[in-house]
């Protein structure tokens, strides 16, 4: 797994990210393997923020980016390529050996062709907090279903219709499916997560507004199962499952 740090405050993402290396360096037996994290932000754009604080987020910083997959253990990253200093940020984690992909984005065809040229390889928790399907004005998600090899939906039949994912599943080779989990396992009632309050309502987690969407309450398990209720065969869903994404 890849557990996924939230935009926030640069010490607090550190601390996460120390956090998170620490654990993948001292496994014990019967724990999954962490991979590394997952940076998801703060070099992202305000304009699709999903249920992150837009105060917190960053324009690109190469040299902030550098350090920090220099000190930590970063598998992912998810960056905005749009945004000032988006190409610089993506150059340099890709040469850092991270995988980079695109999320919480607006960027346009033509944009997203150049950050696969600087090291994107996928595509961050595809049709979420990103710009859509218009047959006239193709978004980000209509990018991915064209060009993209590699993509990460969230599988909890809440954050993408179930047809969306039957689509998006014929339409990408290398779809895999993550949790996005903010509060898997916790009974109903209000938690705080990245700084911001939320509340969960059976498999629904949302900001206090009721309406937006704040992270899934799914385990990979759930994720997998949900896959197979689709009609999804065994040995396919066992592939499209193997890389498991959460947050904390």
């Not at 120390?18 to 001292?26: K, L, P, Q, S, V």
């Not at 859509?132 to 599988?155: D, N």
């Not at 992270?215 to 197979?228: C, P, Q």
Request: net charge neutral; proline share 5%; hydrophobic share 45%.
């Amino acid at each position: 797994m890849a557990p996924t740090t939230a935009t926030g405050p640069v010490a607090k993402i550190e601390e996460a990210l120390a956090a998170i290396t620490a654990i993948g360096a001292d496994r014990r037996a019967g724990e999954s393997v962490v991979v590394g994290a997952h940076l998801e932000g703060p070099f992202v754009n305000p304009k699709r923020p999903g249920a992150m604080d837009v105060s917190l987020m960053l324009e690109g910083d190469p040299e902030l980016a550098a350090r920090w997959v220099r000190q930590y253990r970063i598998a992912v990253a998810t960056v905005a390529p749009e945004i000032p200093g988006g190409r610089e940020v993506i150059e340099a984690l890709s040469r850092a050996g991270c995988r980079v992909q695109v999320g919480h984005t607006v960027a346009t065809p033509e944009e997203l062709a150049r950050a696969f040229e600087w090291g994107c390889c996928g595509v961050t928790h595809l049709f979420n907090a990103m710009t859509g399907l218009e047959h006239r004005a193709p978004g980000v998600a209509t990018y991915a279903l064209a060009k993209a090899q590699y993509a990460e939906m969230i599988c909890d039949m809440i954050h993408v219709d179930p047809l969306v994912v039957l689509a998006a599943r014929r339409a990408i080779p290398r779809l895999y499916a993550m949790t996005d989990a903010s509060a898997a396992g916790l009974p109903d009632g209000e938690f705080e997560w990245g700084g911001r309050k939320v509340i969960k309502k059976g498999g629904r987690i949302t900001l206090m507004n009721g309406t937006t969407l704040a992270g899934s309450a799914i385990t990979m398990l759930d994720a997998f199962r949900n896959l197979v209720k689709l009609g999804v065969g065994l040995e396919e869903t066992v592939g499209r499952c193997h890389v498991a994404v959460s947050r904390t």
